[in-house]
């Protein structure tokens, strides 16, 4: 799409000139990362193996794992497990929380990217049972295995905060872009009836990790935008509460976050964590080091703690002790995946108890290295293969902008087009890539091709 039709999408939104040469060195470059898989895994031979592996979970990490092993192995059983018949493409709640795409944009069927060979066993996990290397379905199946990968994603624990009605979300100034495809569309609309009068906006993010931590912010700087492109920015006040001393993980950002909230009058509230909320009288009750402070609000977009699945909480999975005990993410080595106390149970995704690494982009990277390490053991052999950490944040800042943020374990930036794409600039491209270029490559990284 050239920029004159993006144009016309987009209204009176900024559209970043981008050097023409520059831009078609981002196709070249951009098709070949994006649908090239690291190694051609057709050519080489597959490892022939009968081992069972039992695949704990069917979104973006289960759905790449059960790709990459197909690719790898010949005559291995593999199982998924998994309730949910419904695919959702995550990333795409916030555009879909934004009007800018519609709710089936984001929803599909899991069977559309099951790989031929996979069994799909349509239940939910009751009980991990690695001791006795056994998964066990809420209708008491039980399934042994010689090595699991568990990919189940988060719970998102609306429950935690006293007063919170998911079923509310939509009505009375309440929004959640979190919660489904069906309540991000209903925030959408609850939100764009508050840029047109006005009024307090609160935002905030859980004191818990949480996958896509961006997505506070990008819904933060959106909703501006709005109230902006309907004359009602001077009739609004918006308020940002970090939960911490920070607005992002990584320094540099959290420094440019903050430079453009202060730009745009944005104000922001450190160490202050929704603990409750009145959904009758528009009061959020916010944990602060002061103690307990009560915020009247027109609109509030809620993101609720996440924690692991209870049913990995309670197994002997999770880390034992230290900061991801507590909400039960599993206890696996940060650059291999492997666990630590099981060596035949890897964990990838949001579940995975790692200093970073909750977006499909560092599913991307982490279930590739993840499968060689299992592969690797099924043939006696070690493997060298690291996940680095890699993270991606394309933060939108206004409608037709975006930042394209990549980092590590170390907050290092690791931009994928150096000279290209600056990573704190707010870019057009930056833009097209998240809106319309991230899903064909999350659907290339569900069939083992990214």
């Not at 998964?135 to 090595?147: A, H, R």
């Amino acid at each position: 799409m050239n920029k004159d039709a993006l144009k016309k999408i987009l209204g009176d939104a900024k559209v970043v000139s981008l050097d023409r040469r520059k831009f078609l060195m981002l196709g070249a470059a951009g098709a070949g990362s994006l649908l090239l898989a690291p190694g051609d895994s057709k050519a080489a031979d597959k490892l022939k193996t009968s081992a069972r592996i039992v695949i704990a979970g069917a979104g973006a990490a289960g759905l790449a794992a059960a790709s990459y092993l197909v690719q790898k192995l010949d005559g291995a059983k593999i199982t998924m497990i998994d309730a949910r018949k419904e695919h959702y493409y995550q990333p795409g709640f916030t555009l879909v929380a934004s009007g800018i795409k519609n709710s089936s944009y984001v929803v599909s069927s899991t069977r559309d990217y099951l790989p031929g060979g996979v069994e799909l066993v349509e239940e939910g996990v009751a009980e991990f049972d690695p001791e006795g290397n056994k998964v066990v379905t809420e209708s008491g199946k039980s399934y042994p295995y010689d090595f699991l990968i568990v990919a189940t994603g988060l719970k998102l624990d609306y429950a935690a905060i006293p007063g919170m009605d998911t079923e509310q979300i939509g009505n009375n100034g309440l929004g959640s872009i979190y919660h489904s495809p069906a309540k991000a569309e209903a925030t959408w609309r609850v939100m764009s009836g508050f840029a047109d009068k006005g009024g307090v906006g609160v935002f905030s993010r859980p004191a818990t990790e949480m996958k896509c931590a961006g997505a506070p912010l990008k819904y933060t700087f959106i909703t501006d935008d709005y109230l902006r492109r309907r004359g009602n920015r001077g009739n609004a006040e918006i308020i940002y509460n970090a939960h911490n001393k920070a607005l992002f993980s990584v320094p540099i950002v959290h420094e440019k976050v903050r430079m453009l909230f202060d730009d745009r009058g944005v104000k922001v509230n450190y160490d202050r964590a929704l603990e409750s909320i009145d959904l009758s009288k528009r009061i959020a009750t916010f944990k602060s080091p002061v103690g307990p402070v009560e915020v009247q609000y027109d609109f509030i977009n809620v993101i609720p703690p996440m924690r692991a699945p209870d049913p990995v909480r309670n197994s002997p999975l999770p880390w034992q002790e230290g900061g991801w005990a507590k909400d039960g993410w599993i206890e696996v080595g940060k650059h291999n995946l492997r666990h630590k106390r099981f060596a035949n149970v890897f964990a990838v995704g949001d579940v995975a108890g790692v200093p970073k690494g909750k977006t499909a982009a560092s599913v991307k990277w982490q279930v590739p290295v993840a499968v060689d390490h299992l592969v690797a053991t099924i043939s006696g052999k070690e493997s060298n293969s690291v996940y680095n950490g890699y993270t991606s944040c394309p933060l939108i800042t206004r409608l037709g902008q975006a930042m394209l943020i990549e980092f590590d374990y170390k907050d290092n930036l690791t931009p994928s087009f150096p000279g290209v794409i600056a990573p704190l600039e707010e870019l057009w491209i930056s833009w097209v890539m998240k809106t319309m270029a991230l899903k064909p490559t999350y659907i290339s990284m569900l069939r083992g091709r990214a």
